[in-house]
């Protein structure tokens, strides 16, 4: 039952924050609440727009104009504090949610190669509504039920207007996302995966920054919903063949390879565009650089892992035979992603535009771990995918809340010196640029690492062009940080202080689980271990990962 809560916290911290009023204030209800100041203006039998010249009218009018703004400032001040109790509601809700997946953690069975805390909901024909995680997706509701906090914590300060539904967004966007990961049903997995796109549409077209904001919401839209599109055609066919869209049921079903290959490119083409894969990848880059900070912290930590996920649940597990086959293929694409990006995000003098370049190449290497059909790779393709969920974000509040509060400008070139007024920031800032490039002791290195390891076994040739995004990142990483951190202090920038203690916390926040995890990845590993090796193998008594590494 532990994962229907999961499900249902923000659905009810959404419902509670819903039912407390917090609106704009108008005339109409200021004289609706208060007798008093009706009164008065029906004493005065003018309109108060226009005020008499005579000393008794004026009175009356200033009279009138002195009570109207107490009523206002009282009526303001309400708001601000239903304004207030609702960030607390969604910020208590989404670490309630954080707190019961870490129990969640502690109470999973890493010995057992079936899905844990399964609920069966079968009120449905079609399909059933069934619950259940395993080691893979265990990592990926942590991971989404740690960042939407810091996503709506990061918000807090910046969003003034229609704060309550942009709470709710990001609470609904909590459930939807984790759903993605607990259903063991594809028809399921299919809605939920789509589920979020109208809330995330809406987030970057009303909440988003810059003229080009609508522009970047249909873009997002649009180009994954119609890729997406293929995915539902093979899910109608798999129905229409076996009967079931239940990932038990269709993992014991033999299709023939011809029947594999033409459903695994149609789940591909979908999983493509939300990694994203080139040439379809132009939607990332302007919904980051549009969306809100919340906006962009959701889209490159958990957003960008339904397809890791997805790759993984589906393309690897439904169909080993197609995978396989295809593998050289979804090799060539990840490297011309890789190379091209990272070529890409040199050249880019937008701070977020940059950074959301520099996770398209990291989903490439994700993508070639998953694809190197060995476990060490599919290991390290699942560790990247986290580090890349705590690093990204970090980087987005770096350039897209520090630096843009401050400055309002995202232009690299109009930054210089930052260290010399902000020397903590650029600290912290430093220490992610490198977590970014793959430095040891972080856990996008262990997860790179075992990446191009287990790649290596299978083509040499693929993994040495692929170890160039490792130069290729350094570069474009470094070279950003150089040119905003050193020289003397830009004419163009007012002084402006350090971090705040919010900003901070964030940070360092984001920072621990980085190094921690690089330096003890094990804590991931034991629990990775039977469930990536009964994902490739089935094997009923798998060895461990120390064993299983020592063999290699």
Request: proline share 4%.
């Given at each position: 039952?532990i994962?229907?809560?999961?499900?249902?916290?923000?659905?009810?911290?959404?419902?509670?924050?819903?039912?407390?009023?917090?609106?704009?204030?108008?005339?109409?209800?200021v004289?609706?609440?208060?007798?008093?100041?009706?009164?008065?203006?029906?004493?005065?039998?003018?309109?108060?727009?226009?005020?008499?010249?005579s000393?008794?009218?004026?009175?009356?009018?200033?009279?009138?104009a002195?009570?109207?703004?107490?009523?206002?400032?009282?009526?303001k001040?309400?708001?601000?504090?239903?304004?207030?109790?609702?960030?607390?509601?969604?910020?208590?809700?989404?670490?309630?949610?954080?707190?019961l997946?870490?129990?969640?953690?502690?109470e999973?069975?890493?010995?057992?190669?079936?899905?844990?805390?399964v609920?069966?909901?079968?009120?449905?024909?079609?399909?059933?509504?069934?619950?259940?995680?395993d080691g893979?997706?265990l990592?990926?509701?942590?991971?989404?039920?740690?960042?939407?906090?810091?996503?709506?914590?990061?918000?807090?300060?910046?969003?003034?207007?229609?704060?309550?539904?942009f709470?709710?967004?990001?609470?609904l966007?909590?459930?939807?996302?984790?759903?993605?990961?607990?259903?063991?049903?594809?028809?399921l997995?299919?809605?939920?995966?789509?589920?979020?796109?109208?809330?995330?549409?809406?987030?970057?077209?009303?909440?988003?920054?810059?003229e080009?904001?609508?522009r970047?919401s249909f873009?997002?839209?649009?180009?994954?919903?119609?890729?997406?599109?293929?995915?539902l055609?093979?899910?109608?066919?798999?129905?229409?063949?076996?009967?079931?869209?239940?990932?038990?049921i269709?993992?014991?079903?033999?299709?023939s390879?011809?029947?594999?290959?033409?459903?695994w490119?149609a789940?591909?083409?979908a999983?493509?565009v939300?990694?994203?894969?080139?040439?379809?990848?132009?939607?990332?880059?302007?919904?980051?650089?549009?969306?809100?900070l919340?906006?962009s912290?959701?889209?490159a930590?958990?957003?960008?892992?339904?397809?890791?996920?997805?790759?993984?649940?589906?393309?690897?597990?439904?169909?080993?035979?197609?995978?396989?086959?295809?593998?050289?293929?979804?090799q060539?694409?990840?490297?011309?992603t890789?190379?091209?990006?990272?070529?890409a995000?040199?050249?880019?003098?937008?701070?977020?535009?940059?950074?959301a370049?520099?996770?398209?190449?990291?989903?490439a290497?994700?993508?070639?771990?998953?694809?190197?059909?060995?476990?060490?790779?599919?290991?390290?393709?699942?560790?990247?995918?986290?580090?890349?969920?705590?690093?990204?974000?970090?980087?987005?509040?770096?350039v897209?809340?520090?630096?843009?509060?401050?400055?309002?400008?995202?232009?690299?070139?109009?930054?210089?010196?930052?260290?010399?007024?902000?020397?903590?920031?650029?600290?912290?800032?430093?220490?992610?640029?490198?977590?970014?490039?793959?430095?040891?002791?972080?856990?996008?290195?262990i997860?790179?690492?075992?990446?191009?390891?287990?790649?290596?076994?299978?083509?040499?040739?693929?993994?040495?062009?692929?170890?160039?995004?490792?130069?290729?990142s350094?570069?474009?990483?470094?070279?950003?940080?150089?040119?905003?951190?050193?020289g003397?202090?830009?004419?163009?920038?007012?002084?402006?202080?350090?971090?705040?203690?919010?900003?901070?916390?964030?940070?360092?926040?984001?920072?621990?689980?980085?190094?921690?995890?690089?330096?003890?990845?094990?804590?991931?590993?034991?629990?990775?271990?039977?469930?990536?090796?009964?994902?490739?193998?089935?094997?009923?008594n798998?060895?461990?990962?120390?064993?299983?590494?020592?063999?290699?």
């Amino acid at each position: 039952m532990i994962i229907n809560e999961l499900l249902l916290i923000p659905i009810l911290g959404s419902i509670i924050i819903a039912l407390i009023p917090v609106k704009e204030i108008s005339e109409k209800e200021v004289i609706a609440k208060w007798g008093k100041l009706q009164t008065i203006k029906n004493s005065m039998n003018l309109d108060t727009s226009v005020l008499s010249t005579s000393h008794t009218d004026a009175h009356r009018a200033g009279a009138y104009a002195t009570i109207k703004k107490e009523i206002e400032k009282e009526i303001k001040n309400e708001n601000l504090n239903r304004t207030k109790t609702i960030k607390i509601i969604a910020l208590a809700t989404s670490i309630l949610n954080f707190i019961l997946s870490l129990y969640l953690w502690i109470e999973f069975d890493s010995s057992s190669n079936h899905y844990q805390f399964v609920y069966n909901f079968e009120s449905l024909n079609f399909c059933h509504f069934n619950l259940g995680i395993d080691g893979i997706s265990l990592y990926f509701v942590l991971l989404t039920t740690f960042l939407t906090p810091i996503a709506i914590f990061s918000n807090m300060g910046n969003i003034t207007k229609n704060i309550k539904y942009f709470l709710i967004s990001f609470l609904l966007l909590e459930t939807l996302q984790i759903a993605v990961f607990v259903v063991l049903d594809l028809f399921l997995f299919y809605i939920f995966f789509e589920s979020i796109l109208p809330i995330l549409f809406l987030i970057i077209l009303i909440y988003g920054t810059g003229e080009d904001r609508i522009r970047s919401s249909f873009l997002f839209f649009l180009y994954t919903l119609a890729g997406s599109l293929f995915m539902l055609l093979a899910i109608l066919q798999i129905y229409n063949y076996v009967g079931s869209t239940d990932f038990t049921i269709l993992s014991l079903t033999e299709i023939s390879l011809d029947s594999q290959i033409i459903l695994w490119a149609a789940f591909f083409l979908a999983l493509a565009v939300k990694t994203p894969l080139i040439p379809v990848h132009m939607w990332l880059p302007r919904a980051h650089t549009s969306a809100p900070l919340g906006g962009s912290i959701l889209l490159a930590g958990t957003v960008l892992k339904f397809s890791t996920y997805g790759m993984l649940r589906i393309l690897i597990y439904l169909f080993p035979d197609a995978t396989n086959y295809c593998n050289p293929l979804v090799q060539v694409i990840a490297i011309v992603t890789l190379i091209y990006a990272s070529l890409a995000t040199i050249l880019q003098q937008d701070t977020k535009t940059l950074i959301a370049y520099s996770s398209i190449c990291h989903m490439a290497v994700v993508v070639l771990g998953i694809f190197s059909n060995s476990f060490i790779g599919i290991v390290g393709a699942i560790l990247l995918g986290i580090g890349h969920g705590f690093v990204s974000p970090a980087l987005f509040l770096s350039v897209g809340g520090v630096i843009y509060d401050r400055f309002h400008k995202r232009d690299i070139e109009y930054f210089k010196g930052l260290v010399l007024k902000m020397p903590v920031f650029i600290i912290l800032f430093f220490i992610f640029i490198l977590a970014n490039t793959g430095i040891p002791l972080t856990l996008n290195f262990i997860g790179e690492q075992f990446s191009l390891i287990g790649l290596w076994e299978r083509n040499p040739i693929i993994t040495v062009l692929g170890a160039s995004g490792i130069i290729l990142s350094a570069c474009y990483s470094i070279w950003m940080y150089n040119r905003i951190s050193y020289g003397s202090y830009s004419p163009y920038l007012a002084p402006m202080p350090d971090l705040n203690r919010t900003e901070f916390n964030l940070l360092i926040t984001l920072l621990i689980p980085t190094v921690l995890l690089g330096i003890f990845p094990d804590v991931i590993l034991e629990t990775l271990n039977v469930s990536v090796t009964n994902l490739l193998y089935n094997i009923p008594n798998p060895l461990s990962f120390t064993a299983w590494a020592y063999t290699l």
